[in-house]
T-cell receptor
Framework: GAGVSQTPSNKVTEKGKYVELRCDPISGHTALYWYRQSLGQGPEFLIYFQGTGAADDSGLPNDRFFAVRPEGSVSTLKIQRTERGDSAVYLC???????????FGPGTRLTVT | QQQVKQSPQSLIVQKGGISIINCAYENTAFDYFPWYQQFPGKGPALLIAIRPDVSEKKEGRFTISFNKSAKQFSLHIMDSQPGDSATYFCAASISGSARQLTFGSGTQLTVLP
């Protein structure tokens, strides 16, 4: 079946602009995660959804970052007033909610100029 | 505070050799330990995972060894192949509400032909 998909694959934006990154999880997966990966580092947790609600958003770095999952499937990560330090690969992962095997998408590479 | 420490940062192995990557964790609440493989420009792919009720798990050429008392676990790649050249990440999580993965910093493996 289809894996986790993320769009766009690349996003270049100017400092101060607003961006939205989209994640389509594996069909039937109830849990969805967002991570951020800086160059040469392991992914860092941002937020976790179980169904429509954010079960844990403790990894969001500040209030410029926000994520939604209104129908319990697709999720959007929103970043306001982007800064150069936000440049990274944003990864999305999903699992069944019962078995803790997280499957990752290819990521969105965000570059803030 | 880095909760999962991974070593070495880079590793060069001859084809047919054994690649060994080590991780140590601090949080004794961790109860799920996966390893991920990541190729350039791709998302991490789940390779193999273990829970602390067993000391070893083998899948094909990949083996996880787990030492609960030492809070350490390692990945062994037997008969390493050039196609195994990638970055490997160990990770850990807690069953239940805190299911996000905490990743190590990664090991860049190069298998020479």
């Amino acid at each position: 079946g289809a894996g986790v998909s993320q769009t766009p694959s690349n996003k270049v934006t100017e400092k101060g602009k607003y961006v939205e990154l989209r994640c389509d999880p594996i069909s039937g997966h109830t849990a969805l995660y967002w991570y951020r990966q800086s160059l040469g580092q392991g992914p860092e947790f941002l937020i976790y959804f179980q169904g429509t609600g954010a079960a844990d958003d403790s990894g969001l770095p500040n209030d410029r970052f926000f994520a939604v999952r209104p129908e319990g499937s697709v999720s959007t990560l929103k970043i306001q007033r982007t800064e150069r330090g936000d440049s990274a690969v944003y990864l999305c992962a999903s699992d069944t909610g019962h078995i803790y095997e997280q499957y990752f998408g290819p990521g969105t590479r965000l570059t803030v100029t | 505070q880095q909760q999962v420490k991974q070593s070495p940062q880079s590793l060069i192995v001859q084809k047919g050799g054994i690649s060994i990557i080590n991780c140590a964790y601090e949080n004794t609440a961790f109860d799920y330990f996966p390893w991920y493989q990541q190729f350039p420009g791709k998302g991490p792919a789940l390779l193999i995972a273990i829970r602390p009720d067993v000391s070893e798990k083998k899948e094909g050429r990949f083996t996880i060894s787990f030492n609960k008392s030492a809070k350490q676990f390692s990945l062994h790649i037997m008969d390493s192949q050039p196609g195994d050249s990638a970055t490997y990440f160990c990770a850990a999580s807690i069953s239940g509400s805190a299911r996000q993965l905490t990743f190590g910093s990664g090991t860049q493996l190069t298998v020479l032909p």
